[in-house]
């Protein structure tokens, strides 16, 4: 299944923090958030597409 850690033609993308993962999602993305300690305050955006 893709997600937001693979890019195009499956290039591996890693974000350095949540925030900015969300940030680049695009309609039919996932992320995949790996087990550890975020510290950061994260803003989920009513974005069309994005959404159920």
Do not use: C, N, W
């Not at 949540?18 to 974005?47: C, Q, W």
Request: hydrophobic letters at 40%; a positive charge; proline letters at 4%.
């Amino acid at each position: 299944m893709p997600h937001a850690a693979q890019g195009i033609g499956g290039q591996t993308v890693v974000y350095s923090t949540i925030s900015t993962a969300i940030a680049a999602l695009k309609s039919g993305d996932h992320i995949v958030i790996t087990a550890g300690t975020y510290r950061e305050t994260l803003r989920f955006p009513m974005r069309a597409g994005l959404y159920d």
